[in-house]
């Protein structure tokens, strides 16, 4: 069962963001920062830093998050409860907080590359236990 409860932060992250981006392209169009066509065409180069990170992080949150959800899909469905696979996946969702207030921030890459690292490893590490596993149990 904690497997599918380490989903809803995630999901959380990306209502959070998506919302971010919304007002902040919103508020940016209405200011004139940019033309409501950068938008509709997806003239990304024409938006401002400001406008265009949160976008970017949100399209971040569409790669490993998602992958992460279907692995914990699949962790609950195989019954493999271990406190050794929790942590790693509470690790990968605090990860990604701090990736995402890094990359809104854009301030301090190294600190982004770290939290970026640090939630990859422990996706891969579970990804890896979960093969290990599944290999084990048909073998």
Same mark, same amino acid.
């Given at each position: 069962m904690?497997?599918?409860?380490?989903?809803?932060?995630?999901?959380?992250?990306?209502?959070?963001?998506?919302?971010?981006?919304?007002?902040r392209?919103?508020?940016?169009?209405?200011?004139?920062a940019?033309?409501?066509?950068?938008?509709?065409?997806?003239?990304?180069h024409e938006?401002?830093?400001?406008?265009?990170?949160?976008?970017?992080?949100y399209?971040?949150? +569409?790669q490993?998050?998602?992958l992460? +959800?279907v692995? +914990?899909l699949?962790?609950?469905?195989?019954?493999?409860n271990?406190?050794? +696979?929790?942590?790693?996946?509470w690790?990968?969702?605090?990860?990604r907080?701090?990736?995402s207030f890094?990359?809104l921030?854009?301030?301090?890459?190294?600190?982004?590359?770290?939290?970026f690292?640090?939630?990859?490893?422990?996706?891969?590490?579970?990804?890896?236990?979960?093969?290990?596993?599944?290999?084990?149990?048909?073998?």
């Open positions: 904690w497997s599918i409860i380490t989903i809803f932060p995630i999901l959380l992250l990306m209502v959070i963001v998506w919302w971010l981006v919304a007002a392209r919103i508020k940016g169009a209405a200011a004139g940019f033309g409501i066509s950068s938008i509709i065409y997806g003239n990304q938006l401002p830093n400001h406008y265009l990170l949160p976008g970017r992080n399209d971040n949150l +569409m490993q998050p998602a992460f +959800m692995l +914990m699949f962790v609950y469905q195989l019954q493999l271990h406190i050794g +696979m929790l942590v790693l996946a690790v990968f969702v605090l990860g907080y701090w990736h890094e990359h921030r854009a301030q301090n890459i190294r600190l982004r590359t770290v939290a690292a640090l939630s990859s490893v422990s996706h891969w590490l579970l990804w890896l236990w979960v093969l290990v596993n599944v290999l084990y149990m048909h073998g």
